[in-house]
């Protein structure tokens, strides 16, 4: 009998580890934390990792001069330029990128925003940088 009291309490002391486990796991993953981007600013022209609220379109507030000047760097997988694509003006005022972006350099769409991170892209430049609308 005291057996499967011990073997009973035991299981009980697991189950507590693991809740305490998983608790601490999910609670690092947080996936409404805002994520930081390598960006470069259209107004101060400065480089700078901007805190990308997730969800939120660019262009993002720029830590330096505090305007939503700040764009992602792209980067174009035909001539391994970086570059900030086209902005445009839409009716309510704001200022986006444009919705189907190119190179702003060689003109193709072979483009994706650039993460650093990945390794594999590795800029020969950085086309000039697109004015503000
Ligand atoms: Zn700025
Ligand atoms: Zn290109």
């Given at each position: 009998m005291k057996n499967y009291i011990l073997v009973g309490v035991a299981i009980l002391l697991l189950a507590f580890a693991a809740w305490r486990l998983t608790g601490r796991r999910s609670g690092k993953l947080n996936l409404s934390r805002p994520v930081l981007q390598p960006a470069v600013c259209l107004n101060c022209q400065q480089e700078i990792d901007v805190e990308r609220p997730f969800g939120e379109a660019p262009p993002y507030k720029c830590p330096?001069?505090?305007?939503?000047t700040a764009c992602p760097w792209w980067y174009c997988y035909d001539c391994h330029w970086r570059f900030v694509p086209e902005l445009r003006k839409t009716e309510d005022g704001r200022v986006r990128p444009e919705g189907n972006p190119v190179c702003?350099?060689?003109?193709?769409?072979?483009v994706s925003e650039w993460?650093?991170?990945?390794?594999?892209q590795t800029p020969m430049g950085d086309a000039p940088l697109p004015h503000l609308p």
């Open positions: 330096a001069c505090d305007q939503r702003t350099h060689c003109g193709c769409a072979n993460y650093p991170a990945s390794g594999t």
